[in-house]
Each structure stands twice: as C-alpha cells, then as structure tokens.
C-alpha cells in the first residue's frame, strides 16, 4: 500500500471514455482489498472448509467416519436434549418476541412519553447477554428472600392464600395425632363436658403473636367442650402436655370439631391466652384438631434454576433483551405507514382493533417478518444467556445447539469431530434464513 | 410523536380543528389513565432486573448471598460502595476489564478500517469479478462464528498467539468485515460521483481520495458501524471464553467466579455491573446511531 500514497503520474488528468493506466487501477483495487482478503481468508473461508471436512473425522482427527458424527448428534441424548430445547426457543421466541414489539411499539404511539419508555425497554440492547444472564440468574434466585422475581410471585400467592401463622409448629406430645397437612388432631375422643388440651412446639418467639397471653387450661362447659391451645414449651424444660407458668397461648388458630366420620362439624378460633370452647355440642364422640390451615407453609419459591424450568427462564431473560429491538424496528415501520390510510379506515368507522388488525399489521408484515426471520437467527445461534442463567446442575437440561456445540469441543471432551459436526448442522440451519434476509436487505438497499 | 397521539382518537373528535376546550383535554388525558399505568408498569418491569443487579452490588458482602437486593432500603441503610473498592483492589477483574477495552477498541477500528478500504474498493474502483466478488464476501454473512472456533483453536495455538489479545482482535474483526463492508459499500455509492472525478482529475491518489473524501463523508456510516461492533467486542462471551485462559475479559473473568455463584454474588454483582456500564454510556452518548444501525443492519 505504500507505493499509492505518493504518485504523480497520476496528476495526468484522464480523457473522458478511456481508461489509460488499467492495470494500475486495478493494483490500487488488490491494496485496497488485500486486508480484508487476508483477514476472511484465513479466519472465515479456511475455518469454514475445514470445519467441514473435520466433521467427518473422529475426535482426535485421525480416522475418517464419514457420518458417524452427525448420527451421534441425532442419538446421544445430550444432544437430541439441545436440538428440542432449540425447536422450542424457535417455537416461542420470535414469535413472542414479535408480537410484544409490535403491541409496544403501537401503543407508544398514544402516549406523551414515548421516548422514556422505549429507552426503558430498549436499554438491554445495549449489555451482553452474558451480564444479562447475571442480571436474570440474581432475579431468578428460588429463595423468596433473595429472587426478586419469586418475592413479586409470593407476594401475590401469600395474599390470594395466607399462610397459617405456625408453618413450622410440631406437636409437643403424642396426645396429638396426624401430619400438619391433615390438621393436628386430639388424640382422644371428646365429649360434652371433655377439655383438649393442644399443645405445641417448635414455635419461634417471634412467631408468636404480640397479643397472646399466658396461657390458660379453661373449664369445662357443661354442654361443649373447651380447650387451649398453646405453645407447650418453656426454655430449660418444663412439662410436656401442662399448661405452665410462662407458657403462652396462640391467638388466632382455628380449631375444628370432627364427627366420627372426621366431617368437620363446627369451628372456632381460640382467644388471646389460646381457649377455645364449643358452647353446644349432640353427644359425641367428636374430636378436635387444629386446622391444616395453621400450617400452611408460606409460598417457598418456584424453582426457576432447576432442571424443569430452566428453559422458561432462560427464555424470559431472552424475550427481556429482544423485546426492544423488535419494537424500535417496528416502531420506525409504524411511523413509516401512510397516515391517511390509517385515517381513511378511521373515518370509514373502522374501530381502533380492526385498524389495527386489517390496515396496520397487514401493512407492516414485511417489518414484521424481517424481525421475525432475525430472531430466528439470533434464537439459533443462542448461547451466552443460557450459560449465564444456568447454573452447572442444569445445564444439561438447558442445553441448546450453540451451546452443546462449545461443551462437546471445549467443554472437557474436546471432541473436534463431533464439535466441527454440531457446528456444521447450525451453519445448515442459519443459511436458508439469512439468505433470505440478505435477499431482503439487498433488495432495500 | 406528538403528532401520533391525535390519531388514537375515535373518528369523531377528527373534525376539530379548533383548540381543544381545557374539559376536553382532561377528559381524554383521564381515557388514557388506564394505558398509561399500564405502560409505566411495564417500563418499570423492564428496569427493575438492571437495577436489581445494582442494588445487589451495594449490599454488605455478608448479607449479598442471604438477602434480597430491596434490603438496600431498609432503615437504616445497610447500602455500600465496599464491593466497587474491594473489586478495584481485585487484579484479576481490572487485568480483565484492560483486556476488554484493548479487545474492544482493537475489534473496532481494524474492522472498520480494513472493511472501508475494501468497501471503497468495491464502490468506486473497477475491477474484473467486482460485483461476484462483492456477492461472495456478503454470502460470508453466513457463517456463524461457531463454525471457525474448532479450526482456530488449532491454528492459534501452532503459532503462537493463543490467549492473546490480538487472537481476539482479529477474530473478532474477520467475522464483523463482512457486515461493515456490505454496509459501507452501500453508502459510499451514495457519494457523488462528481466528487470522486473531481478529485481523481486534481490528481490525488486513491488512498488520498479514501483518507480525504471518502472516510469523513462516509462517518455518519461509520460511526455506526463503530458504536455497533464497540458494543458487540465488549459484550462478547463465546469468543473470549474459546480463546482466552489467562487473558480474559470482564465476562469469562465474571463467569469463573460462578462456580459459586451464590457466595461470590457481592464479587459477580459488582464486576457485572461494571461491565454493563460502558456499554449503557455509549448506547445513551450516541442512541440515535445506535437505532440507525439497527434499523440499516434489519430493514435496509
């Protein structure tokens, strides 16, 4: 390149319609493109060749197998797990990530601040999916006290369903029968006149509510029958199944009267220092049990992380990042339509959803279609994400083409032959899309 | 935008072209109320992960693997800059982070100055074989990366320069030429010929031609080209993660601290969130590059 800096033969100035000094236009033609030749020369065209012919040799490379590498990609289970997990990305992502861009980017329209919100939803744009995977891994945590997300989902289930006040509470003796799911039951079969005595432990301090009381043993009611039901524990011992000095009552708990078939008959709740009593009762027997509802455990945390639902939620965190590429790119096809089409269905009395699905998205479909055939793409070749929000445990249930393709060659087995052939089966399946979106864009251009 | 707000409205309040009576006015701004809540909600949807990640760096390293990062509010604030001043004292994350800016800067400028040379070339200089040429460098857009990793593991390893930066840099400027030089060959056509000739009859060469007219007109190009191939560098995993062991950007230097994710989390929050700020600044610096790029790499 260093001789076309100076030339001053070039200062001749060229007779129109003749080409004088070709070969040197084409000299200058080579400098300009040699880097580049050199460049996808050697770390595009030679990969390319020779990955494809590796994929046809075993792992170290020194025996040709013909096929065998890619019957292996179709039989190992590892493998086939990758190839599902992609068909369903495929299935779900583009076009969820479509729709959402399209519902976005013409509801933006109809608010003043527009630009705010899609600076909002495009921002992940910008960050890697790597540190978009760490972003999600940290709101995925299955601990409602950690994972954001499980916080926002406990914070709605415990509401719908409250948890009972004593999830932990275990009986303090065995006068008490039955799991906590089931509600524990009084041992003993009870009759007009009986006191049951429902004691219990394994109750935090501060689980205990600030209005209960000491506990107290009540007396029996002539027609019913009463009860306590208390926290049966006094640090340093004392008398399992006594209610004692210290010892206090739990407020609030529902107490059911069984019939002998185990119906539940009547209920009623125990007071401040933990009595309850059952003013009138028919000759019994019955028994009595605390309610499972006092035990309920409080919502846990979904599993996000786990090996069930790793795919969703590597998925979520993908449909995040995406969301606003496809509504800014929809958006700019929105603001490009023929406003007095859109006016003329309007004035005709079209209403704002049958504009919308008859005019606008007809209009749109080669915007639409173009995001569509780019996520694609992008959901093919996914892998930074996946190995980001998956932890170890469940990356085998994760797995995806591109990522099975780096753990087969580099993972530890290091399996060239069936890495180059894993590589070549994605090379197959991005060449007919984005043909056609090379096609697209040469059109355009 | 301002403009596009009118046509959401039902076809008879068209016909006003009056001003809008005040009643009026807030009568519609209450019928908007409910899409309004509704998209705020979702803006603050999409925030939330981001600055969940942040919040999660400012907690106590002893409380960032037991508690949720809204624990930063409670009263009194238990929030901390301690992890950013512990993460700086961490020569494995600021080796990393120097690794990233030279791999970034580096897989931007060859790239785009060696696609504009051929871009040039293939605008404006003849040759034989141009137009197929052309035709084959953009049909190399193809090609995902996953199918050079296996063949140059290989080859950087026999010379030498595996887990270099430069193994990064050229890579990752061999798989963005493609793109920069379907792209800038489309706009340097755009430039007037008259220019070109002009120049050409004044005498000056090609390469002068290309520093002088060709790279300052076509910088609204470039500059996106630039902002795009910036953000994908720094952002890269795959390829850092194949080539680099000791020389390792901020993501495979954050992603060897997973294997205990939850108890490096006050080290991860950090150092992710380092990563993803120089990013955040050249995507709000130059959004209106950004969104050209995005809009010439897809619909154009």
Request: hydrophobic residues 55%.
């Amino acid at each position: 390149m260093a001789d076309e800096t100076d030339r001053p033969e070039m200062a001749t100035p060229e007779p129109p319609g003749e080409r004088p000094g070709l070969w040197r236009r084409h000299r200058a033609a080579l400098a300009f493109l040699a880097p580049a030749a050199v460049l996808l020369g050697i770390w595009i065209v030679y990969p390319t060749v020779r990955t494809i012919v590796r994929s046809f040799f075993d792992s170290d490379g020194s025996e040709f197998v013909g096929l065998d590498n890619y019957e292996e990609i179709f039989t190992t289970d590892l493998l086939v797990t990758a190839i599902q997990n992609n068909a369903i990305w495929l299935a779900v992502v583009p076009m969820l990530v479509t729709a959402i861009g399209l519902v976005f980017g013409v509801l933006i329209e109809r608010i003043p601040w527009s630009i705010a919100f899609r600076t909002a939803v495009f921002m992940p744009m910008a960050i890697s999916l790597f540190a978009a995977g760490v972003i999600w891994r940290v709101m995925d945590q299955r601990d409602p006290d950690i994972g954001a997300l499980n916080a926002g989902i406990g914070a709605v289930a415990d509401a719908i369903d409250p948890p009972g006040g004593f999830s932990e509470a275990q009986p303090s003796t065995d006068r008490l029968a039955d799991t906590p799911e089931e509600g524990l039951r009084f041992r003993r079969p009870l009759q007009a006149g009986d006191v049951a005595l429902l004691g219990l432990t394994a109750i935090a301090p501060d689980e205990i509510p600030d209005e209960a009381t000491q506990a107290v043993e009540p007396d029996p009611v002539p027609d019913g029958i009463a009860g306590v039901a208390w926290v049966d524990f006094l640090p340093g011992g004392g008398e399992p199944g006594v209610v004692e000095e210290e010892e206090r009552g739990l407020p609030g708990v529902t107490v059911e009267l069984r019939d002998p078939g185990g119906e539940t008959v009547e209920t009623v709740e125990t007071g401040a220092d933990g009595t309850f009593a059952f003013e009138q009762v028919e000759a019994g027997p019955y028994t009595a049990a605390i309610s499972p509802e006092t035990f309920e455990e409080p919502f846990s945390g979904v599993d996000w992380l786990g090996p069930s639902l790793i795919t969703p939620a590597v998925i979520i965190a993908y449909i995040w990042v995406w969301a606003g590429f496809a509504m800014v790119v929809i958006g700019a096809g929105l603001a490009a339509l023929p406003r007095d089409v859109l006016e003329a269905a309007r004035t005709d009395g079209a209403s704002e959803a049958q504009v919308f699905r008859r005019v606008t998205v007809p209009l749109l479909r080669p915007v639409l279609i173009v995001v569509f055939v780019t996520m694609l793409i992008n959901v093919l070749k996914v892998f930074d994400i996946v190995l980001s929000v998956a932890p170890g445990s469940s990356q085998d249930d994760a797995n995806v083409i591109a990522l099975a393709m780096w753990r087969t060659a580099f993972g530890g087995v290091n399996d060239f032959g069936l890495g180059s052939a894993i590589a070549v089966l994605l090379f197959l399946l991005v060449i007919p899309l984005l043909a056609f979106n090379i096609r697209n864009f040469r059109r355009e251009a | 935008m301002a403009g596009a707000a009118d046509h959401a409205e039902p076809a008879p309040s068209m016909a006003a072209e009056r001003p809008e009576p005040t009643s009026r006015r807030l009568a519609r701004l209450a019928g908007k109320a409910p899409l309004n809540i509704l998209l705020a909600f979702i803006a603050l949807l999409w925030l939330v992960p981001t600055l969940g990640l942040f919040f999660t760096s400012l907690l106590p390293a002893d409380l960032a693997s037991s508690q949720g990062w809204w624990t930063v509010f409670s009263e009194p604030s238990v929030a901390t800059f301690e992890n950013y001043s512990e993460l700086l004292r961490n020569d494995d994350i600021t080796s990393a982070l120097g690794v990233t800016v030279i791999v970034a800067i580096g897989g931007t400028v060859i790239p785009i100055l060696v696609g504009a040379l051929a871009a040039y070339a293939f605008a404006w200089l003849d040759f034989p074989g141009r137009d197929w040429l052309f035709l084959f460098v953009v049909a190399l857009l193809v090609v995902p990366l996953q199918m050079a990793l296996i063949p140059m593991f290989s080859f950087y390893n026999s010379i030498g320069i595996f887990d270099t930066a430069l193994s990064l840099i050229l890579f990752h400027s061999a798989f963005a030429l493609p793109f920069a030089i379907f792209l800038l060959r489309n706009f340097f056509v755009g430039i007037p010929r008259d220019l070109l000739e002009s120049a050409r009859i004044d005498g000056a060469s090609e390469l002068r031609i290309f520093v002088r007219l060709i790279l300052p007109l076509g910088l609204p190009a470039i500059a996106s080209l630039a902002i795009f191939q910036f953000l994908w560098t720094w952002n890269d995993f795959l390829v850092a993660l194949t080539f680099g062991r000791d020389t390792q950007p901020i993501t495979v230097a954050i992603f060897s601290q997973f294997r205990q994710f939850g108890a490096n989390i006050d080290l991860i929050a950090p150092a992710a969130f380092v990563s993803l700020v120089v990013p955040l600044v050249v995507f709000f610096a130059f959004q209106r590059y950004f969104v050209q790029g995005l809009l010439a790499g897809s619909v154009k």
